[in-house]
């Protein structure tokens, strides 16, 4: 919904760079503003907010327990598309989503949690959709098309994985391959940008072998969980050289060293999430 705020801005010099950006980039990705997986249907009012993200967490939780294992690292995706839960998530969830307004959420953390759980749940809902056979980087241009294309439409706005990612949950940054902030001033969705949390990077599955496993997250215990997702993805993707001093980073920290506020900045974090007999020598 556009604020009469927004409404009176006038698009700047980069804001129009921004714009012709994301045009040529989603018409190279084939990303069309129609092309979303929770189409309008025109149906019912607006639901609470508190009650459709608790009611998608407690969807999502069933959809873990029937079609991944144990620790989210593995999905089966036929027992995924056969689940009841995965019909009410569709038929019910995502049809709400499209009048359900994020921003009324009472806390950061709520609207944190979230944006975590429909990140996660757009990946999952878009390898079914997209019939993704082997890998989300096949096809044309590969993981520009997939994460441009995987979107759905929240309070009649257009929102993709690349905007969730980007431009909510890395307080607007933008992709680091791609110059400028993700939103434009005047964009409705900047309003929905929150501030970063690095641990994110830690709690978003992309789809991919190296991502961290597929999980989803509570307002009321989001810290506890993040904490614990930055751990354990330390503890399985960086190495350690006590001998040396060295640090060997995986390739989703260096995407984003700079969300880490400065290299120290990132190094501390790394140690602090270390596992305790490792953190001891540094």
């Given at each position: 919904?556009?604020?009469?705020?927004?409404?009176?801005?006038?698009?700047?010099?980069?804001?129009?760079?921004?714009?012709?950006?994301?045009?040529?980039?989603?018409?190279?990705?084939?990303?069309?503003?129609?092309?979303?997986?929770?189409?309008?249907?025109?149906?019912?009012?607006?639901?609470?907010?508190?009650?459709?993200?608790?009611?998608?967490k407690?969807?999502l939780?069933?959809?873990k327990?029937?079609?991944?294992?144990?620790?989210?690292?593995?999905?089966?995706?036929?027992?995924?598309?056969?689940?009841?839960?995965?019909?009410?998530?569709?038929?019910e969830?995502?049809?709400?989503?499209?009048?359900?307004?994020p921003?009324?959420?009472?806390?950061?953390?709520?609207?944190?949690?979230?944006?975590?759980n429909?990140?996660?749940?757009?990946?999952?809902?878009?390898?079914?959709?997209?019939?993704v056979?082997?890998?989300?980087?096949e096809?044309?241009?590969?993981?520009?098309?997939f994460?441009?294309?995987?979107?759905?439409?929240?309070?009649?706005?257009?929102?993709?994985?690349?905007?969730?990612?980007?431009?909510?949950?890395?307080?607007?940054?933008?992709?680091?391959?791609?110059?400028?902030t993700?939103?434009?001033?005047?964009?409705?969705?900047?309003?929905?940008?929150?501030?970063?949390?690095?641990?994110?990077?830690?709690?978003?599955?992309?789809?991919?072998?190296?991502?961290?496993?597929?999980?989803?997250?509570?307002?009321?215990r989001?810290d506890?969980?993040?904490?614990?997702?930055?751990?354990?993805?330390?503890?399985?993707?960086?190495?350690?050289?006590p001998?040396?001093?060295?640090?060997?980073?995986?390739?989703?920290v260096?995407?984003y060293?700079?969300?880490?506020?400065?290299?120290?900045?990132?190094?501390?974090?790394?140690?602090?999430?270390?596992?305790?007999d490792?953190?001891?020598?540094?």
């Amino acid at each position: 919904m556009v604020t009469l705020e927004q409404q009176q801005q006038r698009p700047t010099y980069k804001d129009t760079l921004i714009r012709g950006r994301e045009f040529l980039l989603n018409r190279l990705a084939g990303a069309t503003p129609h092309l979303v997986l929770n189409p309008d249907r025109a149906n019912g009012g607006m639901p609470p907010p508190a009650d459709l993200a608790a009611r998608i967490k407690q969807t999502l939780d069933e959809l873990k327990v029937t079609a991944m294992d144990q620790d989210g690292a593995k999905v089966d995706y036929a027992a995924l598309r056969s689940s009841s839960a995965y019909a009410v998530y569709q038929e019910e969830c995502l049809v709400k989503l499209q009048r359900f307004q994020p921003g009324k959420l009472e806390t950061a953390e709520a609207q944190r949690a979230f944006w975590l759980n429909l990140y996660n749940a757009l990946v999952l809902d878009a390898v079914v959709a997209f019939d993704v056979h082997d890998s989300i980087t096949e096809g044309w241009l590969g993981l520009l098309s997939f994460f441009r294309r995987a979107a759905y439409i929240v309070d009649g706005q257009r929102v993709s994985l690349e905007d969730i990612e980007h431009g909510i949950l890395r307080a607007n940054r933008g992709n680091p391959y791609v110059p400028g902030t993700h939103f434009a001033t005047v964009d409705p969705r900047r309003a929905w940008s929150l501030p970063l949390d690095p641990r994110i990077h830690f709690a978003l599955n992309c789809g991919g072998i190296s991502c961290p496993p597929v999980r989803f997250y509570a307002p009321d215990r989001l810290d506890a969980q993040l904490d614990l997702a930055a751990r354990n993805f330390v503890n399985a993707t960086v190495e350690t050289s006590p001998e040396s001093g060295e640090v060997h980073l995986s390739q989703i920290v260096r995407w984003y060293a700079g969300d880490f506020t400065s290299r120290e900045g990132l190094i501390d974090f790394l140690i602090a999430h270390l596992p305790d007999d490792a953190r001891r020598d540094y």
